[in-house]
C-alpha cells in the first residue's frame, strides 16, 4: 500500500532555513507527480508545490514563491522541500502528497510533520 | 489564481439524513476539482476527483456532481463516521487552491 512518511520539521527560527523530506514507498514513486500542501493551526488547507514526475516541471503556491523549492530524487523515493526566510506565517503542519496523475488531484497522503518558526 | 468558496461553512444533521455542501469557483474550471475529508488529527482522503468520480474504497453514498464554476457534495444517507471537515481543490490552473472547508456535525 501507499506510504508516505515525512519528517524534518521542528521549531526553527524567523528569517532561518528548514528542509523537509518524504519517502515514499507502496508504489512507483519516479512514475507520479508529487505535492506539499500545509495546514496552519486551526485553519484550512493551502497548497504549497508539486514537481512533475522527472523533475522538469515545479509550480509553487503564491506565498511560498522565491522562497521555498520542490526537489526529488528518485533514486532514494524521497521528496524534498526546502524553505528559506521562513516567518512566523509559515508554521502549519506539512503534508505531502501523491498525484494520481495529470498533476491533477492528491490521492494518497502523509501524516505530515509540523513545522513552527519562533524565536 | 483561482479562488474558491464553498457553503455552508459548518452543517449539522441527523443520522440518514441526506446533505449538500456547495464549492464554487471564481472562473470556470470544467471537471477538474476534487472534494477531500479530513477528521480531527488526521491528514485529508480524496473522495471524488474530477467532480463526480468517487475514489477507490469510498462509499457510495458519497457523490459529487458540477462542472464549470459550481460544484456539489452529497452524503446520500449521514452516518457518524462521515463527522469531518470537507474541503474543495481546484486542479484547473496552478496553484491549486482549497476551499475554506465545510464543517458537518451530527445532531
Known amino acids: 500500500q501507499v506510504q508516505l512518511v515525512e519528517s524534518g520539521g521542528g521549531v526553527v527560527q524567523p528569517g532561518k532555513s528548514l528542509r523537509l523530506s518524504c519517502a515514499g514507498s507502496g508504489f512507483t514513486f519516479s512514475s507520479y507527480g508529487m505535492h506539499w500542501v500545509r495546514q496552519a493551526p486551526g485553519k484550512g488547507l493551502e497548497w504549497v508545490a508539486v514537481i512533475t514526475y522527472n523533475a522538469v516541471t515545479k509550480y509553487y503556491g503564491d506565498s511560498v514563491k522565491g522562497r521555498f523549492t520542490i526537489s526529488r530524487d528518485n533514486d532514494k523515493n524521497t521528496l524534498y522541500l526546502q524553505m528559506n526566510s521562513l516567518t512566523a506565517e509559515d508554521t502549519a503542519v506539512y503534508y505531502c502528497a501523491k498525484d494520481r496523475q495529470l498533476l491533477s488531484v492528491l490521492d494518497h497522503w502523509g501524516q505530515g510533520t509540523l513545522v513552527t518558526v519562533s524565536s | 489564481d483561482i479562488q474558491m468558496t464553498q457553503s455552508p461553512s459548518s452543517v449539522s444533521a441527523s443520522v440518514g439524513d441526506r446533505v449538500t455542501i456547495t464549492c464554487r469557483a471564481s472562473?470556470?474550471?470544467?471537471?477538474?476539482l476534487a472534494w477531500y475529508q479530513q477528521k480531527p488529527g488526521k491528514p485529508p482522503k480524496l473522495l471524488i476527483y474530477e467532480a463526480s468520480n468517487l475514489q477507490s474504497g469510498v462509499p457510495s453514498r458519497f457523490s459529487g456532481s458540477g462542472s464549470g464554476t459550481d460544484f456539489t457534495l452529497t452524503i446520500s444517507s449521514l452516518q457518524p463516521e462521515d463527522v469531518a471537515t470537507y474541503f474543495c481543490?481546484?486542479?484547473?490552473?496552478?496553484?491549486?487552491?482549497f476551499g475554506p472547508g465545510t464543517k458537518l456535525h451530527v445532531k
Open positions: 481543490q481546484q486542479a484547473g490552473s496552478f496553484p491549486f487552491t
Open positions: 472562473q470556470g474550471i470544467r471537471s477538474w
